[in-house]
């Protein structure tokens, strides 16, 4: 019975710590009594898969799950996707998508940072047009942002995403870094 209560108190932690940690939308028109509203987006399980964050090593979800390597991501499951990198997508790795049911309207292809070219995606879209699926071929950075965008519409959207080899850092990066440094250095008064 313990380790019930365990399991119990560590996924109540976990649900709390997800609601806390989610992306807040807050309404920029006042109601008549002066309150502003809150919307918590991702409050739900059924509010489905998202991916929060990616590395070289993998990705992170909205439930704290982290995947190593290439992903085959749905709107509720999550699989390891058998390819090393870009050149390793052809018919047989994309038939998982083709497969599934319900029948999925797009599917989002994130190949890490390699060059996107003509040929390339005509490959993918000739092949998934033969099972009448849309697809967007992009650098996985926008390949997450619009699965994440699609699956919030509540779209039947899946992503086939591999990880990209470098990261691009931008001032948002550097300037949550060197907020980090800053705090590490303060002392909490007691």
């Known amino acids: 019975m313990n380790v019930l209560q365990g399991l119990s108190r560590i996924a109540h932690q976990s649900l709390r710590r997800n609601l806390c940690s989610s992306l807040v939308r807050r309404s920029s028109t006042y109601e008549s009594d002066g309150k502003t509203s809150v919307t918590i987006l991702?409050?739900?399980?059924?509010?489905?898969?998202?991916?929060?964050?990616?590395?070289?090593?993998?990705f992170r979800?909205?439930?704290?799950?982290?995947?190593?390597?290439?992903?085959?991501?749905?709107?509720?499951?999550?699989?390891?996707?058998?390819?090393?990198?870009?050149?390793?997508?052809?018919?047989?790795?994309?038939?998982?998508?083709?497969?599934?049911?319900?029948?999925?309207?797009?599917?989002?292809?994130?190949?890490?940072?390699?060059?996107?070219?003509?040929?390339?995606?005509?490959?993918?879209?000739?092949?998934?047009?033969?099972?009448k699926i849309n697809v967007e071929v992009l650098g996985t950075e926008q390949a997450c942002s619009t699965f994440n965008f699609l699956n919030a519409e509540n779209r039947v959207v899946a992503a086939a995403l591999i990880p990209p080899m470098t990261m691009?850092?931008?001032?948002?990066?550097?300037?949550?870094?060197?907020?980090?440094?800053?705090?590490?250095f303060e002392v909490a008064d007691k």
């Not at 790795?93 to 999925?104: D, H, R, T, V």
Request: glycine fraction near 4%; charged fraction near 25%; hydrophobic fraction near 40%.
């Open 42 to 58: 991702n409050k739900e399980a059924d509010a489905g898969l998202m991916i929060n964050s990616y590395s070289q090593f993998g």
């Open 168 to 184: 691009r850092v931008n001032e948002d990066d550097l300037m949550q870094k060197q907020i980090s440094i800053s705090k590490s």
């Open 61 to 131: 979800l909205n439930n704290d799950m982290v995947v190593i390597g290439p992903m085959a991501i749905f709107s509720r499951t999550v699989l390891s996707w058998n390819v090393e990198s870009h050149e390793d997508i052809n018919d047989e790795s994309l038939s998982l998508f083709c497969a599934i049911e319900p029948k999925i309207d797009v599917l989002v292809v994130g190949i890490g940072d390699h060059t996107i070219t003509p040929a390339f995606s005509k490959k993918i879209i000739d092949f998934m047009k033969r099972y």
